[in-house]
């Protein structure tokens, strides 16, 4: 909405401002965590009102959990808000990527808050059965592919880029839509699974976001691209006011999701950022680059398959607990050291997600 303003800077020329990506991501990232910061303590209140007893916490969790029984949940409808007014608000309407990502951003939030819906009504951890959600997810994977396929130039439709690599670029022909869902599904999924902890997943989103921020800003720009010997994508230099938004809007959140958390993110905020992230890294063609800045994600992902294939194939448990921030917290580590420690592990590995942007 404000972007329309930069048309007055003929006659006005502080009006300027508003043609900047720059300005208008660090607006939007602003404007999202004042939102999230206003709606919280109602959200909280009326969540609290709506929910009761809270969020049903796993009997078979750490012992230590049980003290956070009577926490509400669909705290993500705090970050959903936030992102979207702040999207609204600053980016160019007219920007295909925007209503694409966007939308996928919405689409995953709702199947997270009919799963928190359903957990909370009939009070046990069950949600949408496991096949349910993962064919409802593939489905929207499927469209929001076709989509990114569309707007893409039709040499880089479905083709992989490595990182750290200047000039090698792999086609994957008709395998690509498969592997947009596996990134896609499995990002959503492996953000649920590292919610697990007050504070934990929201920093490593912060940060795999901002990896994303700079690389939308870059190869949207023809000269910045071209210097770092990055494919050029035009129009996606948009998307970095939406992750401006949703960094904003994921800080407000971590406001009253820090240890001890007023409000859990549920799985209407977890799928909905793993969605976006996801919808992300492949409208920026940085797919691989991802599961570098989002490593903590992978690792949780990995913990709890290793864990249930091992358990089904030998009858034996690799970890104590999974996912892995549980086994640590079974290995005697404070739920305040994990998180930190989660923390630390997700900016080093969004430093090294950047370099890959100049180490070619």
């Given at each position: ?148 396929i569309y707007l893409e130039d039709g040499s880089m439709a479905t083709t992989l880029t490595i990182p750290f690599f200047k000039n090698i670029f792999l086609d994957l022909g008709w395998f690509y839509i498969p592997f947009v869902l596996f990134v896609m599904v499995g990002t959503a999924n492996a953000v649920n699974l590292t919610d697990g902890l007050d ?162």
């Amino acid at each position: 909405m404000l972007f329309w303003l930069s048309y007055l800077a003929q006659d006005i020329s502080v009006f300027n401002v508003f043609r900047y990506l720059t300005f208008r991501a660090g607006g939007a990232l602003v404007t999202a965590f004042m939102i999230a910061l206003l709606i919280g303590p109602a959200l909280i209140r009326h969540l609290k009102q709506m929910q009761g007893a809270g969020q049903p916490i796993r009997s078979a969790g750490p012992e230590t959990h049980q003290a956070k029984k009577g926490t509400p949940t669909m705290g993500g409808l705090m970050i959903i808000v936030a992102g979207v007014c702040a999207t609204f608000l600053w980016a160019r309407w007219t920007n295909p990527y925007i209503w694409l990502v966007l939308g996928v951003f919405l689409a995953f939030g709702a199947v997270g808050f009919l799963d928190d819906y359903l957990k909370l009504t009939r009070r046990n951890t069950a949600g949408i059965s496991g096949k349910k959600r993962l064919l409802v997810e593939f489905f929207m994977s499927f469209v929001a592919c076709l989509g990114m396929i569309y707007l893409e130039d039709g040499s880089m439709a479905t083709t992989l880029t490595i990182p750290f690599f200047k000039n090698i670029f792999l086609d994957l022909g008709w395998f690509y839509i498969p592997f947009v869902l596996f990134v896609m599904v499995g990002t959503a999924n492996a953000v649920n699974l590292t919610d697990g902890l007050d504070g934990l997943v929201s920093v490593p989103v912060i940060m795999t976001t901002l990896v994303f921020m700079v690389i939308a800003y870059v190869i949207g720009r023809i000269d910045y691209a071209t210097y770092l010997q990055l494919h050029h994508i035009r129009d996606a230099g948009e998307l970095a006011v939406f992750c401006g938004a949703l960094i904003g809007g994921t800080l407000g959140f971590l406001w009253y999701n820090a240890h001890p958390a007023q409000v859990f993110m549920g799985d209407t905020g977890s799928l909905a950022l793993g969605g976006a992230l996801g919808a992300l890294a492949v409208a920026t063609k940085h797919e691989i680059v991802l599961a570098i800045a989002g490593g903590v994600f992978v690792a949780e992902a990995l913990s709890d398959i290793i864990q249930v294939g091992s358990y089904k194939l030998r009858g034996k448990r690799v970890f104590l607990m999974a996912p892995l921030h549980h086994h640590f917290e079974k290995k005697g580590w404070s739920e305040t050291t994990v998180v930190v420690r989660f923390w630390i592990i997700s900016i080093l590995l969004a430093l090294l997600a950047l370099a890959t942007l100049k180490l070619r």
